[in-house]
């Protein structure tokens, strides 16, 4: 891509004038270009480059452009390192100083690079630091299926690629982006195997937390298939998820009194947890029963009488039950609800009713071929 330039002079003149600059503005600099060459003249402009950052000057942009323009035509094995104390400057930068053009400048040293450049995953890290800093993650690339590639395209170790998932994660929920966020660390803790599941211990005890303390995350069975979460089996924390997945309000209450403590050590709202145990224990008890009796409402999810239709109202909203209230019957209908977990007894579900559906239609177009040739 092209980047817009502090000048249109030869390289070394460019540094020269660089230089001028920066000692205009009390850097520490010499006038003079060094004698190693570009590259060399670049470390020295870089290591005082911030100083203009903190001006409100209209020549700022182009100056730290012309900087990125002369970093972009440095040769791959000369950029890495150069490009990391850029970043590292660009960072240092107090908060709230210039965010906008920090990431301006990020993104076009990481476009102007080539794709499969190893400093991307330099800048990326930066880009997602910064973008966390000033709320602003929705002005950079997260889409997890173009994450994946670049992993690849820079042929990342794996303490790298643990990196950049788990910065991005700690971004996409500082800024409020949930669901990006679980995708991201479901990614994170799927790449760990059977010999270093043991290392994410801190990173699945954290996903584990967040998604209960979510208020629209109600699904949790696929946590549990997680090698580093099945690490924590034993552990307090592994068994509420476990009643999360599977169990009843009364398995909460009594995990809840038997460790209140420890609930209260993660941040986690009892009263939260249990309004989502009480919606959990109906689509589990939907999936069993299409008509539930109020008295067996009030039992299991320990509400008075006046409460459960409020409560169905609260449920259906969450669109993860659909049923009616027929209060001649007292009773609720249920015509839909999402199971909780999705296993091979799912599936089968699944299957018979699409080979059903299939038959079904099969008659329909044979009866339909029948009319048109009578």
Known sequence: MSVPAFIDITEEDQASELRSYLKSKGAEISEENSEGGLHVDLAHIIEVCDICLKEDDKDVESVMNSIVSL???????????????????LLKSREGERPSLRLQLLRNLFHGMEENAPARYIVYCSLIKVAASCNAIQYIPTDLDQVRKWISDWNLTVDKKHHVLRLLYEALVDCKKSDAAAKIMVELLGSYTEDNASQARVDAHRCIVRALNDQNT??????????????????????????????????????YQNNKDFIDSLGLSHEQNTAKMRLLTLMGMAVENKEISFDTLQQELQIAEEEVEAFVIDAVRTKMVYCKIDQTQRKVIVSHTTHRTFGKQQWQQLYDSLNSWKQNLNQVRNSLLSLSTA
């Open 218 to 255: 109600f699904l949790f069975d696929h946590l549990l298939a997680l090698k580093p979460v099945r690490f924590l089996e034993g552990e307090h924390i592994h068994d509420l998820l476990t009643i999360f997945v599977s169990g009843k309000l009364a398995a909460y209450v009594k995990f």
């Open 71 to 89: 970093l972009l035509i440095l040769e791959t094995e000369k950029q890495e390192a150069l490009t990391e104390s850029l970043c590292e400057k």
